[in-house]
């Protein structure tokens, strides 16, 4: 069994201190939450999110609040100094965190099933049997189908898949074919994309798998996948780069009805 990874802090201290400071300012101005935003055109839970520690905020959020507290700089400055040193988001960047608030994902595989919609028996065999590790997995799943805590409805998925991982044996073959069959039923919920990218020629998409968010205030982030480990982005040249990567590669997908007929003749010719 591979050794554990450390788990991330439930609480980050960078956050909590920007939270705090912004919070500070609307208060001793005697503005309230539901004013920024409108101001914002943030979600009051969003800003609350922001206050608390929970969820970073973008720089023009972050310069639109201090020149309207008239902070002259501050919460600018502390942003900053929390994004120095050239990383493009600071490491408390919980990545989880961001797929569950997201409002719209779009992922792109060339090697595996993603995620998020991997059965248990696929997820344990590509984890090498780790079974916390799977299970982890797949509790994530939920975040597709179950309201959210403020009743809103789930994200919106899309799934951009290299038709060699429909051929890539992970597990037994029974482990495939329940997986694409799987694949297919989830590709028929109506949050949910699935579409195939035709795996002939050179494109950009060769370069690694990655996911997008878009969060409800339109900001958006992005996780992509190395061989050393994961790089969570929002940086506007490296989103600049995905965005050119993902015209690229949706031009060469099918269609959904064509993809779930693929996935099918896959299921047919190599899995049964």
Known sequence: MPPRRPRRPSESPALIAFGRQMRRLREAKGIKQETIAHLTQVSGPQ?????????????????????????????????????????????WFDWPQIEADAAMLITYQHSVIPGLVQTPAYALAILHGNQEAADARISRQKIL??????????????ILLDEQALYRQVGTPETMREQLEHLVEMGMLPNITVQVVLGSGEHDGNMGAFVVATMEDRSEV?????????????????????????????????TKEMSREFIRKAVQEKWT
């Open 47 to 91: 800003v609350s999110k922001i206050e608390n520690g929970k969820k970073r905020a973008t720089r023009a959020f972050v310069e639109f609040v201090d020149e309207y507290l008239e902070a002259n700089g501050a919460l600018i400055n502390l942003w900053e100094d929390l994004n120095k040193d050239g990383h493009p988001v600071p490491i």
């Open 145 to 158: 189908k179950d309201p959210r805590e403020d009743g809103s409805s789930p994200p919106i998925y899309v």
């Open 222 to 254: 992005a996780y992509i996948e190395t061989a050393v480990r994961p790089l969570t982005t929002d940086d506007p040249a490296d989103m600049s780069v995905v965005a050119r990567t993902l015209v690229d590669l949706r031009s060469r997908t099918l």
